[in-house]
């Protein structure tokens, strides 16, 4: 089935560093989500996205839909220890194979430097 | 507010057993849906029910049965446990079908799944 490649795996913040993610697909996607997962917890929605070339923030996170509509990016800037956790990039395939269904990316974690 | 709840939180099964896991969502949604989580796979679909009275597979349906039993429950059932079903499974529901930005998912906390 349609995969969605998320880089990278896992990174390490140091508080104040600034954060990038992203999240490609080899088909065209016409929405992108970003969820943040804690630990012991569900997936909770951060931003959507909706049409090529959008840019979204939601406090110090900053998401784009990419103009190829096949990638998303997610930027955290001035990061604080609370932003540790599981970042999901989701999409739905504009060629409907999922059934309407969102697909999941296999995550971003965040951990502090030790 | 309880949003989405999921019972048990934990549980051990030897190869072979039966469970049901149970979900129930107080948000008056329409559409609820049961996930997998591995780790480095994601989250996987495995059933979902668009509205009440209606089923359908996911992406790894084998090996699990669903029920709808009325809007506000939608349960998971592993009729023979494997070793592979090892995992942690999410419930979550949305306001309509299909889910997205304007209806998000919104999930439980997860049960998580051993199979010995």
């Known amino acids: 089935g349609q995969q969605l490649n998320q880089s990278p795996q896992s990174m390490f913040i140091q508080e104040g560093e600034d954060v990038s993610m992203n999240c490609t697909s080899s088909s065209i996607f016409n929405t992108w989500l970003w969820y943040k997962q804690d630990p012991g917890e569900g997936p909770v929605l951060l931003i959507a996205?909706?049409?090529?070339?959008e840019l979204t923030s939601n406090g110090r996170l900053t998401a784009q839909f990419g103009i190829t509509r096949k990638d998303s990016f997610l930027n955290i800037s001035a990061s604080i220890p609370s932003d540790v956790g599981i970042y999901f990039c989701a999409g739905r395939p504009s060629y409907g194979g999922s059934q309407g269904n969102l697909i999941f990316g296999k995550g971003t974690k965040l951990s502090v430097k030790p | 507010n309880a949003g989405v709840t999921q019972t048990p939180k934990f549980q051990v099964l030897k190869t072979g057993q039966s469970m049901t896991l149970q979900c129930a969502q107080d948000m008056n949604h329409n559409s609820m849906y049961w996930y997998r989580q591995d780790p480095g796979m994601g989250l996987r679909l495995i059933y979902y029910?668009?509205?009440?009275?209606?089923?359908d597979k996911g992406e790894v349906p084998n090996g699990y049965n669903v029920s709808r039993l009325n809007k506000r429950e939608f349960s998971l059932r592993l009729e023979s446990a494997a070793p592979s079903q090892t995992s942690v499974y999410f419930c979550a529901s949305s306001e309509a079908f299909p889910p997205g930005g304007n209806s998000p998912l919104h999930f439980g906390n997860g049960t998580r799944l051993t199979v010995t």
């Open positions: 029910s668009a509205s009440e009275g209606t089923t």
């Open positions: 996205l909706y049409k090529a070339g």
